[in-house]
């Protein structure tokens, strides 16, 4: 168990730089993908009518290949980091995964199929990042504590 420690958090390091990479190709001028703004309407119609081809193929493909092996190995270092402290203490990070692939479901369909009509879509997409956000900073809040509290009754 003591290597899972030491394995999961290199594997995300390691999942964070090729995401890094392939996120860097998907950037329209200074808005970056979805996954990292809060987009207005204007925006996101902004940055899907600019996006180029082949970017919108890398988002489509190995961006979120890349999003999702992240997240896994994300989730579990969370999770792995707060586990013997019971089930409701990983709840922030099953949260999070659980946004994170809503909001993958709903950029694919905003990229393949645009905005339409007053842009709601876009505006639940926002609610879903905003709301992976807050659980990913509850996640490492909780994750930072329970390591904190373990180096401090063991150390």
Known sequence: M?????VLPIATALA????RSYAAQVYVGDLPPFDLHLYSLEQAQTYLADLPPAAKATYLG??????????ICLAA?????????????AVPAVCFIGFDVIEN????SLLE??????????????????????????AVALALWSLWRKQDVHG
């Open 2 to 6: 003591k290597y899972l420690y030491w």
């Open 16 to 19: 964070y730089g090729v995401w």
């Open 62 to 71: 190995r961006l979120h290949t890349a999003d999702s092996a992240l997240m």
């Open 77 to 89: 270092t969370l999770i792995a980091a707060v586990w013997r402290r019971g089930w409701v203490w």
């Open 105 to 108: 479901r709903a950029v694919a």
């Open 113 to 138: 199929f645009g905005i339409k009509g007053a842009g709601g879509e876009t505006a639940r997409l926002m609610v879903v990042t905003g709301l992976k956000f807050v659980c990913l900073g509850l």
